[in-house]
């Protein structure tokens, strides 16, 4: 099966549609309030209006409400909901349960005991992202941060999962090549500045992802 690549943090119509020609399967939509890619109810409505059913959209969440993500759900017409902070595993639960789509859980990871701690989520996430764990006081995904991927070797979970952290065009092809992941996920990997996504990056990095 080819590689799946989801382009994050994804603000405007143009760069949707440069990901969807790239290849791209999934496009992120950002609805953490301080992040620079962050999307509002209205313009999450306007910037997907036009995409049919040819990639997927995943909203990023960080320790949402119930309530804040039914109001972005709507909006985002999202197919699945990306659970980026602290939530538990009671609350990945509550949140499959309420909302009926498919949930991934972020793991932040800097040892190898963080990849250990993804079987808490083996019941109730659909799929994993491990994703590199950012400064104290940082936000928590977005900020081009990798980490040793070697530490993945301690994942022996049944759960599928991806990777994100730090994945540029340059870099993509070589972390698939080392961790044999499914999914690559990028954000400020195909950006000039925080929140500004570059059509030519965007192309670069599927192209790299796709030929690995
Ligand atoms: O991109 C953000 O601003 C962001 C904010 C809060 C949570 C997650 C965020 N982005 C996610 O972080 C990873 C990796 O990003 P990067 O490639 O290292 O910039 C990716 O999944 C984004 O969805």
Redesign the pocket.
Known sequence: MPNQIKI??LTTPETIAASIDAGATHI?L?F?PP???FVSVSTAAQIVSNIGNEISKVG?F?DATDGFIEQNLRAGALDIL?L?GKETPDRVREVKAKFGLPVWK?LSVETAEDVTKAVRYADVADFL?F??KTPKGA???????GFDWGLLEAYDGALPWGL????TPENVAEAIRQTGTTLV?????VETAPGIKDVDLIAAFCKAAREA
């Open positions: 994050c943090g992120g950002n953490y992040s620079p890619r990023v960080v990306q980026h972020v992202l994703d590199t936000l928590p995904g977005g900020m081009g941060l994100a952290g730090g994945l996920d990028t954000s400020s990997g």
